[in-house]
């Protein structure tokens, strides 16, 4: 039974795409030709420490040879430039490997395809080994399922830790890529980062037809005032981005220098914070100790003090010691022993002192 409710989902893009195929198809190759012509393309692969430069047009792909990258390179490429002068018109292309890029094909609803790239940037951890801040990637639509809903999309990406610094060696040898491939991805993908992208031109396409010319002459002097005011008004807005720009890091420059200052002022003062006092410690041990106790030596370092002596009872200046506020974690470092000659036990007990502040908020004035 026919529905007649039934939405129809047009792709106009497509459509045409189909449509000048068909005519493009009819016209002899020589017209063909010269009307659309098909752009050569200079690719480059990476080999190592050295660069691989193939030629892609018509009549096939061929390797034009291996280049270096190191002082030699701007000199040979020149050359090469100045033997085949056709290689000017072609574009320039960084060809990625499999071992450089990850290719996928897979399945996602129907209403991703209004914003695929977005949805591509919330799935790439899940559908992927990375996450989206981590690579460059190009996602295109291949085909529409109706009957279940969803659209069939192809993702090429490449590791950014990879590339730039790839692209960065290939600038300094004078290689600017205009685009960046995946091995085995379709035509449309292009991988090259926005910071490495050159300027597009701004003026129009050559004309194919009369009809065509006629009709594009007659919408630029319909959009020209427009276009310039809207050229002006971008010009305008990005002197002040950047004026801003300038005024808002010299702010934070005095900002971190304030910071800086701040910091160094109050070293001193959080040192001595921190560090316990040590004549209070020194005072606070002669006030535990009793008088039938007497001391053979004492190290501190490093917030921990040892004493050696003799007492009548070493273990009780354990629970003394450690009722203080100044001491804590307070033990023994070596078994107590008997001493022949006094009589008295033999201790060595090993403490760790708190910082001044807190004993000064452990200890009530007086």
């Given at each position: 039974?026919?529905?007649?409710?039934?939405?129809?989902?047009?792709?106009?893009?497509?459509?045409?795409?189909?449509?000048?195929?068909?005519?493009?198809?009819?016209?002899?190759a020589?017209?063909?030709?010269?009307?659309?012509?098909?752009?050569?393309?200079?690719?480059?692969?990476?080999?190592?420490?050295?660069v691989?430069?193939?030629?892609?047009?018509?009549?096939?792909?061929?390797?034009?040879?291996?280049?270096?990258?190191?002082?030699?390179?701007?000199?040979?490429?020149?050359?090469?430039?100045?033997?085949?002068?056709?290689?000017?018109?072609?574009?320039?292309c960084?060809?990625?490997?499999?071992?450089q890029?990850?290719?996928?094909?897979f399945?996602?609803?129907?209403?991703?395809?209004?914003?695929l790239?977005?949805?591509?940037?919330?799935?790439?951890?899940?559908l992927?080994?990375?996450?989206?801040?981590?690579v460059?990637?190009?996602?295109?639509?291949?085909?529409r399922?109706?009957d279940?809903?969803?659209?069939?999309?192809?993702?090429?990406?490449?590791p950014?830790?990879?590339?730039?610094?790839?692209?960065?060696?290939?600038?300094?040898?004078?290689?600017?890529?205009e685009?960046?491939i995946a091995?085995?991805?379709?035509?449309?993908?292009?991988?090259?980062?926005?910071?490495?992208?050159?300027?597009?031109?701004?003026?129009?396409?050559?004309?194919n037809?009369?009809?065509?010319?006629l009709?594009?002459?007659?919408?630029?002097?319909?959009?020209?005032?427009?276009?310039?005011l809207?050229?002006?008004?971008?010009?305008?807005?990005?002197?002040?981005?950047?004026?801003?720009?300038?005024?808002?890091?010299?702010?934070?420059?005095?900002?971190?220098?304030?910071?800086?200052?701040?910091?160094?002022?109050?070293?001193?003062?959080?040192?001595?914070?921190?560090?316990?006092?040590?004549?209070?410690?020194?005072?606070?041990l002669?006030?535990?100790?009793?008088?039938?106790?007497?001391?053979?030596?004492?190290?501190?370092?490093?917030?921990?003090?040892?004493?050696?002596?003799?007492?009548?009872?070493?273990?009780?200046?354990?629970?003394?010691?450690?009722?203080?506020?100044?001491?804590?974690?307070?033990?023994?470092?070596?078994?107590?022993t008997k001493?022949?000659?006094?009589?008295?036990?033999?201790?060595?007990i090993?403490?760790?002192?708190?910082?001044?502040?807190?004993?000064?908020?452990?200890?009530?004035?007086?």
């Amino acid at each position: 039974m026919l529905k007649l409710d039934s939405h129809i989902e047009l792709d106009y893009a497509r459509f045409f795409r189909w449509w000048g195929g068909e005519l493009a198809a009819i016209l002899p190759a020589p017209l063909r030709a010269s009307l659309w012509p098909q752009r050569a393309r200079l690719l480059l692969s990476r080999r190592g420490e050295q660069v691989q430069v193939s030629l892609s047009d018509d009549n096939g792909e061929r390797p034009l040879g291996l280049f270096p990258l190191d002082e030699s390179a701007a000199r040979e490429r020149e050359k090469l430039y100045e033997t085949t002068p056709h290689l000017d018109e072609a574009e320039l292309c960084l060809r990625l490997g499999q071992g450089q890029s990850l290719l996928r094909t897979f399945k996602l609803p129907a209403a991703a395809s209004e914003n695929l790239r977005q949805v591509m940037a919330f799935e790439m951890d899940r559908l992927t080994p990375f996450k989206a801040d981590q690579v460059y990637y190009s996602i295109q639509l291949i085909e529409r399922l109706p009957d279940t809903r969803q659209i069939r999309v192809e993702l090429a990406l490449t590791p950014r830790a990879k590339l730039d610094p790839s692209l960065d060696e290939l600038a300094s040898a004078g290689w600017r890529p205009e685009r960046v491939i995946a091995d085995g991805a379709r035509a449309n993908h292009d991988l090259l980062p926005e910071a490495f992208r050159r300027p597009r031109s701004r003026l129009p396409q050559r004309v194919n037809i009369a009809a065509a010319a006629l009709f594009a002459l007659l919408l630029l002097a319909t959009l020209a005032l427009p276009a310039w005011l809207n050229y002006t008004l971008e010009q305008q807005l990005r002197q002040e981005v950047r004026q801003v720009t300038k005024i808002s890091k010299e702010v934070e420059d005095i900002k971190a220098e304030a910071e800086k200052l701040a910091h160094e002022n109050g070293f001193l003062l959080r040192k001595k914070s921190e560090e316990p006092a040590t004549l209070e410690m020194l005072d606070e041990l002669s006030r535990l100790i009793p008088d039938q106790t007497w001391l053979n030596g004492l190290q501190y370092r490093d917030r921990k003090v040892v004493i050696q002596g003799q007492s009548p009872a070493a273990s009780s200046l354990i629970s003394q010691i450690e009722a203080s506020p100044y001491f804590k974690n307070t033990n023994f470092v070596s078994p107590v022993t008997k001493d022949v000659a006094s009589g008295q036990e033999r201790f060595q007990i090993a403490s760790e002192v708190l910082g001044r502040r807190a004993s000064e908020q452990a200890i009530p004035p007086q």
